[in-house]
């Protein structure tokens, strides 16, 4: 399992041994005068009340305050991701307390911490998987779910990776729990999940197989460590999986597209193979599905939502991920393939990319330098 019981952050840094007594007094009486020193309003990217891309506005509003747990970063970079689309097409809410403006990564520099934040302090560059407010100037998140650049890296590539990393680890390893030699298909090669799924499932010793759209898109996934890449428009993704499987079809599948792939995804999958949804973007209402194949080949049927889970849940995925693959993206293994980067004001233009599906890889929205 990859799921390693690794503690967050290293020995000198825990809560257990944090500066106690007047140092750490001294300490939060620096912490609180640099948030003074900070601007009480902040431009933000706006969504109102919903709709298309248009309704994506630079507003003005007040700079977050860190809660104890959280860390103040000075956004430089940020990702744009399909959730920030539903959500700002009103289909996908933010949970209670979480910030109303749209953003789930950003990276930058730390400005303020918590009273009971122990690792970070101003100056820090970190990037951070947030709970929403990463389209706009400052964004706080919670410091179990911020990680430090990876070596090497700038904001850019750093804003990259916490919204995809983080999904594809606890999907694919955790809920999907593949393991070295096993065989994984990834639909949706090309997209900020797909590229990031290819990487990691060939880092740690899978053989992949990918579909994507387009031939170009085969190419590029291909590129990115597939063995095999399918385009969905001109091939079966099932009758390939089972001709270039001499009919044992693949162990684990990562899915984002839902009831249109449901019953070819029951049909790739071999003996006890594991098929894990991550989102709906052919529905989510499946009719006439042969539900036979999951009892005969004993399958399993999972998937998971990143936004819910709680901050320790997040936490623990954090500190895997930084044992585990920031040595991965330090040594250049693997890293995020960014397509397009605009300038925060044009959010807009960066959403219609996105629904257009015709970007490879990540699109981002630079906020400062």
Known sequence: ??????????????????????????????????????????????????????????????????????????????????????????????????????????????????????????????????????????????????????AGYDAARAAALPE?????????????????????????????????????????????FATAGTDAKCEACRRFGADVAINYKTQDFAEEVKRLTEGKGVDVILDMVGAAYVQRNLRSLGWDGRLVLIAFLGGHQADAVDLRPIMLKRLTVTGSTMRPRTTAQKGELAAALEAKVWPLLAKGQCGPEIYRTFPLAEAAEAHRLMESSEHIGKIMLKVAD
């Open 164 to 208: 995809t990393y983080f999904t594809v680890w606890a999907n694919l390893f955790g809920h999907g729990r593949m393991q070295a030699g096993e065989t994984v298909l990834v639909h949706g090669g090309t997209s900020g999940i797909g590229v990031t799924a290819i990487q990691l499932a060939k880092a740690f010793g899978a053989k992949v």
């Open 1 to 150: 399992m990859f799921f390693a019981n690794v503690r967050h952050g290293n020995p000198a840094t825990r809560l257990d041994a944090r500066p106690r007594g007047g140092e750490w007094s001294r300490r939060k009486i620096r912490e609180n005068a640099s948030m003074a020193s900070l601007p009480t309003e902040m431009t933000y990217i706006a969504h109102g009340a919903g709709g298309g891309p248009e309704v994506l506005v630079p507003a003005r509003g007040p700079v977050p305050s860190p809660k104890a747990d959280e860390v103040l970063i000075r956004v430089m970079v940020t990702g744009v991701n399909r959730p920030d689309v539903q959500q700002r097409s009103g289909s996908y809410p933010p949970p209670p307390g979480a910030s109303p403006v749209i953003g789930l990564e950003c990276a930058g520099e730390v400005v303020a911490v918590g009273a009971a934040v122990t690792r970070y302090k101003a100056g820090d560059r970190v990037c951070a998987l947030t709970n929403g407010g990463a389209y706009a100037e400052y964004c706080a998140a919670p410091e179990a779910q911020t990680l430090p650049w990876p």
